[in-house]
């Protein structure tokens, strides 16, 4: 029995008993309420038990009842979409290089991702024989030709390291994503200005591409200032 009847206190609600009763100094501690406080409330009975109140006061208390609240992942990534449309909350987020890091990584992973399954499925569509006629069909099965041979893995994928497969992935998904959007692209609306700003950046990706290209045959990751102008404010060749 964790409370014998003669060291139950009179006028003490059994939920504070109830909160207290895994302490072992509980028969003493029970006989003075702290904070000099004249009686126990379950909250406080509670909170000198190590658990969480059930009206949270300070920010560590209300941020362990969110996280009980939250612990299915549906119902947390519904707080966070409701909760980041503010901007302050947003904006603060962002202010911690730990969050970006984050974010990023969920980010890239999500675009390595729908990138992977882009060429799966172009690759799908180019190996799908065309729909011919009855007697092109017949001539294909007189004279079958051999299969196209498909380029071989670039890399061992479960023994490369995680940085070279980001750099894989990163420039993957950047070719992917072209491979889409060129052909879309409606060119005669844009303006010459944005025709400019296009080329620019183009350009600033080529020399972090070749900056990359120097790193990996050489060793040698630093950066002259000529390139972190360029990689910044981009070129002023016209």
């Known amino acids: 029995m964790q409370w ?16 207290l009763e895994s302490l072992d100094d509980r028969f003493e501690l029970i006989q003075e309420p702290p904070g000099g406080a004249d009686h126990w409330t379950e909250d406080t009975a509670l909170r000198r038990a190590g658990r969480l109140p059930h009206r949270p006061l300070t920010k560590e208390e209300k941020l362990d ?50 990138a992977a399954d882009r060429l799966a499925a172009a690759h799908e569509r180019d190996s799908e024989p065309a729909d011919s006629g009855p007697w092109e069909q017949e001539e294909t099965t007189a004279a079958p030709q051999a299969p196209a041979r498909l380029r071989e893995p670039a890399v061992d994928y479960q023994r490369a390291s995680r940085e070279a497969l980001e750099l894989i992935g990163t420039g993957t998904a ?37 900056w990359c290209d120097s790193a990996l045959a050489t060793g040698d990751k630093t950066m002259d200032e000529e390139l972190a102008r360029i990689l910044s404010e981009g070129d002023d060749e016209p």
């Open 65 to 114: 009842r969110v996280r009980t609240l939250l612990t299915n992942s549906e119902s947390a990534v519904g707080a966070v979409e409701e909760i980041i449309r503010r901007p302050d909350v947003a904006h603060r987020v962002m202010a911690n290089p730990a969050n970006q890091r984050i974010l990023y990584r969920a980010h890239h992973k999500q675009r390595m991702e729908a």
């Open 174 to 210: 950047f070719l992917v994503d072209l491979q889409e959007m060129v052909p879309r692209l409606h060119i005669a609306e844009f303006t010459d200005r944005e025709v400019r700003a296009i080329l620019d950046n183009h350009r600033r990706i080529r020399a972090a591409l070749d």
């Open 4 to 19: 014998p009847p003669k060291h139950r206190e009179p006028g003490v609600s059994w939920s504070v008993h109830r909160a």
